[in-house]
């Protein structure tokens, strides 16, 4: 009988074991023919068109696909050939890899979201004595190389979205923030507004912050064992686009619906929980917006004009109000 359990238990291991090796391969694939498209297509660039490449962070994250359908109609309005690319989940040397690859290839001009990490900036430093243009998107790398930053001022954001809450919650409250990431300086940033704004509030204070890897299933879990562990949280704050949805997600699982919500982000699910009541408000951003803009900007200096560094897009706040 135990003889028999333990082999139960044994190809239970080997199918899991079996499963997760076949997930792996099958992830290892498609990251390699993503690299592998990429690189034909490289290698027929039309005659005379610009050759401009967009790396996302996520390559199917809603937010990005924004990003990229305002980049692609500007790509369009100004005749040129676009390449959307990115890592298929949250990968930040994935990332670099492909603006490596892009760098090789002597594209036209590159657009990417930036980052601190030094390999980062020797490549922009690179890029630019290879006379290829590069922007950042939606986070910065202050100090480098690129030619513009493009996107949310991310520190304004995050204490625009503090003083509205503050005002919602007449100075009062016990806030626990799930933020997209502990290493991205977009939400860093967002996380240092936010703290700067309220602390003019004595009543009101943060009492966690946990990361999500700005995905919805892990922003869920996390917020779940904050609010078991704090039960006096009363207000939750998402600092990525997902964020706010798996707050809401794990408000609904342990019945503490009653606990006010405020995410950043306008996809359609999110304005959707803001119509029911299940969140209180969002920090809009503009990501088509920030697509087209530095398509744009290539274009400007593709043609010889002179370039800003900086180009912050617009943010607001939306709450009921607004979506009605
Ligand atoms: C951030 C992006 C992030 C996205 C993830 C947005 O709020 O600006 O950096 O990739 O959320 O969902």
Do not use: C
């Not at 040397?93 to 900036?121: F, H, M, N, T, W």
């Not at 562990?229 to 997600?249: C, F």
Request: no cysteine; proline share 3%.
């Amino acid at each position: 009988m135990v003889k028999k359990k333990a082999y139960v238990v044994l190809i239970i291991i080997l199918g899991v074991f079996i499963y997760l090796l076949w997930s792996f391969f099958r992830t290892s694939y498609q990251i390699q023919q993503s690299v592998h498209n990429m690189d034909l297509r490289y290698q027929q660039p039309s005659a005379d068109q610009q050759h401009i490449v967009l790396i996302s962070q996520e390559l199917d994250n809603p937010y990005w696909r924004s990003i990229e359908k305002g980049a692609r109609n500007a790509a369009d309005k100004w005749d040129m050939q676009m390449e959307y690319i990115g890592p298929i989940r949250i990968n930040p040397d994935e990332q670099i890899r492909y603006l490596e690859k892009a760098i090789a290839s002597k594209v036209d001009g590159i657009i990417v979201q930036g980052s601190r990490d030094p390999k980062l900036l020797s490549l922009l430093t690179k890029a630019k004595q290879k006379h290829i243009p590069i922007l950042t998107i939606d986070t910065d790398a202050p100090n480098s190389e690129r030619l513009a930053y493009v996107g949310t001022d991310n520190f304004t954001s995050g204490k625009l979205l503090g003083e509205y809450v503050a005002n919602r919650m007449s100075g009062k409250g016990t806030i626990g923030v799930i933020m997209g990431s502990r290493s991205a300086d977009n939400h860093k940033l967002r996380v240092k507004g936010f703290l700067e704004s309220i602390k003019s509030y004595p009543k009101l204070s943060v009492k966690s912050v946990e990361e999500s890897n700005i995905s919805q299933i892990q922003a869920s879990q996390m917020a779940e064992k904050m609010m078991r562990t704090y039960p006096d949280i009363n207000v939750m704050v998402g600092t990525s686009a997902l964020d706010g949805l798996g707050i809401i997600q794990a408000a609904e699982n342990i019945g503490r619906e009653s606990i006010h919500i405020y995410g950043f982000d306008n996809l359609k699910e999110t304005k959707q929980a803001i119509q029911t009541g299940k969140m209180e408000a969002t920090l809009e951003q503009e990501p088509a917006m920030m697509g087209y803009k530095s398509v744009q900007l290539l274009h400007q200096f593709f043609t010889g004009h002179s370039v800003k560094t900086q180009y912050f897009t617009p943010i607001d706040v939306l709450d009921e109000e607004d979506v009605k």
